[in-house]
């Protein structure tokens, strides 16, 4: 378990990862974040404006990322080393980085589709 502890302008998405070994989860406490979920390895995603206090569990194997505004605290669980050694990540492509970026600008609701 790790607590993120944000305190910088918004993150930008160059990368999304998956764990093939393990699931992960995260929880808001403060803040706001987006939380990215390829719904297969490159075609749609969904974006995700995570509530505070809920938790949400990303299966092994899906491509996810997320986007931290502002002052944010997230708490992360997952293996103590996956980040070492269960950590596969994807460069997106030019034009997978310009329909999350539109998609963060409409992510007032609850869930985006692509």
Request: glycine share 2%; hydrophobic share 35%.
């Amino acid at each position: 378990m790790a607590i993120i502890n944000w305190k910088g302008p918004r993150t930008e998405v160059t990368s999304f990862e998956k764990h093939k070994l393990t699931d992960e989860a995260f929880l808001l406490i403060e803040g706001t974040v987006h939380l990215m979920v390829f719904k297969n390895d490159r075609e749609d995603f969904d974006v995700f404006q995570m509530k505070k206090n809920s938790v949400y569990n990303i299966l092994k194997n899906t491509w996810h990322a997320v986007v931290l505004e502002g002052k944010c605290k997230v708490v992360v669980v997952e293996k103590r080393d996956t980040h070492l050694n269960d950590d596969t990540r994807r460069v997106l492509t030019p034009d997978e980085k310009e329909k999350i970026t539109q998609a963060l600008k409409n992510s007032s609701f609850d869930k985006i589709n692509s």
